[in-house]
T-cell receptor
Framework: KNQVEQSPQSLIILEGKNCTLQCNYTVSPFSNLRWYKQDTGRGPVSLTIMTFSENTKSNGRYTATLDADTKQSSLHITASQLSDSASYICVVSAGGSGTSYGKLTFGQGTILTVHP | GAGVSQSPRYKVAKRGQDVALRCDPISGHVSLFWYQQALGQGPEFLTYFQNEAQLDKSGLPSDRFFAERPEGSVSTLKIQRTQQEDSAVYLC???????????????FGEGSRLTVL
């Protein structure tokens, strides 16, 4: 079964600090990996999308990395702000053929809390 | 509207009642997805439409769940004879391209929070 595991489950940091969130996946065949930010009571919003040929992608203070060999990704947040408090969800899209193509598997999310 | 719109935002139902949740995708978006998100969990896939065609309904948990998108725009997720385990947030997402394009940006609505008493 395709799975996406994220760690840590939750994280508390002080404003201005950096942090790194981890994602391991077993989705096969792999097509692309996405990171989403979900504020409480809102829908997820896309941060990055990476295909297997990309090993890093940035979006402002967010930098995602991908190692398709070890099936791991990380999301690094630089100089955190109070507004970064949210759930960060790793999502992997399946490749190959057939009905599973393009199907997204979501991780359970990492809840990040930034304190002043 | 500018984004994906879902209604109602909150719904409380007594066990056994039928509910209908509506999704208005971004105009012109081909793909429409429904997800179920339990508290503290990531979204779980329910069903996928490409225009009016329901191409994948493998995630629907039982035959009490039914979704339609008759004119290829607005979609309705219907849950019959609701059970307590149906309590969750139901997210709708749309994409400009078909799922086969695979890297299409997915835009989510705010979700409909269903509580079954």
């Amino acid at each position: 079964k395709n799975q996406v595991e994220q760690s840590p489950q939750s994280l508390i940091i002080l404003e201005g600090k950096n942090c790194t969130l981890q994602c391991n996946y077993t989705v096969s065949p792999f097509s692309n990996l996405r990171w989403y930010k979900q504020d409480t009571g809102r829908g997820p919003v896309s941060l990055t999308i990476m295909t297997f040929s990309e090993n890093t992608k940035s979006n402002g203070r967010y930098t995602a990395t991908l190692d398709a060999d070890t099936k791991q990704s990380s999301l690094h947040i630089t100089a955190s702000q109070l507004s970064d408090s949210a759930s960060y969800i790793c999502v992997v899209s399946a490749g190959g053929s057939g009905t599973s193509y393009g199907k997204l598997t979501f991780g359970q999310g990492t809840i990040l809390t930034v304190h002043p | 509207g500018a984004g994906v719109s879902q209604s109602p935002r909150y719904k409380v139902a007594k066990r056994g009642q039928d509910v209908a949740l509506r999704c208005d995708p971004i105009s012109g978006h081909v793909s429409l997805f429904w997800y179920q998100q339990a508290l503290g969990q990531g979204p779980e896939f329910l069903t996928y439409f490409q225009n009016e065609a329901q191409l994948d309904k493998s995630g629907l948990p039982s035959d009490r769940f039914f979704a339609e998108r008759p004119e290829g725009s607005v979609s309705t997720l219907k849950i019959q004879r609701t059970q307590q385990e149906d309590s969750a947030v139901y997210l709708c997402a749309s994409s400009l391209v078909g799922r086969a394009a695979n890297t299409g940006e997915l835009f989510f609505g705010e979700g409909s929070r269903l509580t079954v008493l």
